[in-house]
């Protein structure tokens, strides 16, 4: 019986080892603090974090991702207007998101959640720049969603042109 009794140690401390090894596994990702101004948190279903819970990015972090250029008219705008900003698929990317929806806040704290899928797919971007000018808060930054809105009718539905947050501050993952 005694010996029954050491395989039982055994395995449960075996268990438990490899619980404890599951659960580093899943530790988040360190990303680097921003070393500039803060101008984006993100939140919620993500593994890549500043500080276990968040990711925060200064805006030479948020250029680094990549910028894409998206050419298009806005109603909040005249005329045609190129915009640079990194694709909302590259933050999520950089983020290790898992979720379905996002939450963007600005900093008047209006909130929009829209499908992720629906930012993806039509290539959105976080756009910092405006015909070769960082968004200041006056002129809608430090960033703005921006959809290629020339692209597609549906682009222009008051569904879209109410996702296209100004002045975003936050990302939440859901």
Not at 6 to 13: D, K
Not at 30 to 39: F, I
Not at 108 to 122: E, G, K, Q, R, W
């Amino acid at each position: 019986m005694k010996q029954n009794s050491l395989y039982g140690l055994i395995a449960a401390t075996l268990l438990l080892i490899a619980s404890v090894g599951v659960q580093v596994s899943h530790a988040k990702d360190q990303l680097p603090a921003p070393t500039g101004k803060q101008v984006l948190e993100v939140t919620g279903m993500i593994d890549a974090t500043t500080d276990g819970t968040s990711a925060y990015f200064d805006i030479d972090q948020l250029m680094a991702l990549g910028p894409k250029q998206i050419t298009t008219a806005t109603p909040w705008t005249s005329g045609t207007v190129n915009f640079v900003g990194i694709p909302v698929k590259a933050l999520l990317d950089a983020v290790k998101a898992s979720g379905e929806t996002l939450s963007v806040t600005a900093l008047n704290d209006y909130t929009a959640s829209m499908p992720i899928d629906v930012l993806t797919d039509a290539n959105a971007i976080l756009a910092y720049e405006m015909d070769g000018q960082r968004l200041k808060i006056r002129d809608k930054g430090p960033l703005w969603v921006i959809f290629p809105f020339d692209d597609d009718a549906k682009y222009r539905t008051d569904a879209y042109l109410a996702y296209a947050v100004w002045q975003v501050k936050l990302v939440k993952v859901q």
